[in-house]
């Protein structure tokens, strides 16, 4: 039987999603998860041949989710599905670790390709995509590990610190105080193996992390 856990925070695209691949796939088991920690907990529970993972879920705040589940279970392979078709973000999480990119446009019968594709341990990307996709050197990939390890509000800070926003603006986008953001701000500088700000503003720029704003388009 193969299992597949299609993580995504759109109960509709879930659906359909399901719908297509029980269409092509006879002896399937699909999971579903609606955010990062259901994504974990599900992982935790289920032998997954393939997570389809959504990076802009809740609790995933773009980078964070994928390279926080390729750590905790990196012998899952892992492709992520978004709505967003741009070769940049194809670059970003092929080299995070992904082996493949799905756009949500993508159809059913390709989207069975990419599932065998990947399960057979090959990348597969949309062939519109595939020109300009961009290897990085062997940094990035330890930049990812020392990410990974951040919690999700670390991991937000961090990206407001790349933002250029004082503390206390911090504090109000995340609704703490101020000595909560400090305290963040070592622990991020102490898990990077960093000393200040720009060091910090450098390692975000380089991974081409994204803010954490909710209203990231899916």
Sequence with gaps: MLTLLVADDHPLYRDALRGALTTHFDDLNLLEASDLPETVH???SHDVDLLLFDLHMPGSSDLFGLIHVRKLFPDVPVAVISGLED????????NAGALGFIPKTTAAGEVAEAVNTIIDGDIWVPKALQEG???????F?????????????????LCYLRDGLLNKQIGFELDIAEATVKAHITAVFKKLGINNRTQAVLIASQLQLEPP??????
Aim: hydrophobic content about 45%; aromatic content about 2%.
């Design 133 to 139: 996709v961009q290897a990085v050197d062997d940094g």
């Design 141 to 157: 990939s330890e930049l990812a590990e020392k990410v990974a390890s951040l919690t999700p509000a670390q991991y937000k800070v």
């Design 87 to 94: 070769k940049g973000i194809v670059s970003k999480v092929i």
């Design 213 to 218: 704003a909710d209203s990231v388009a899916h």
């Design 42 to 44: 599900q992982l935790q």
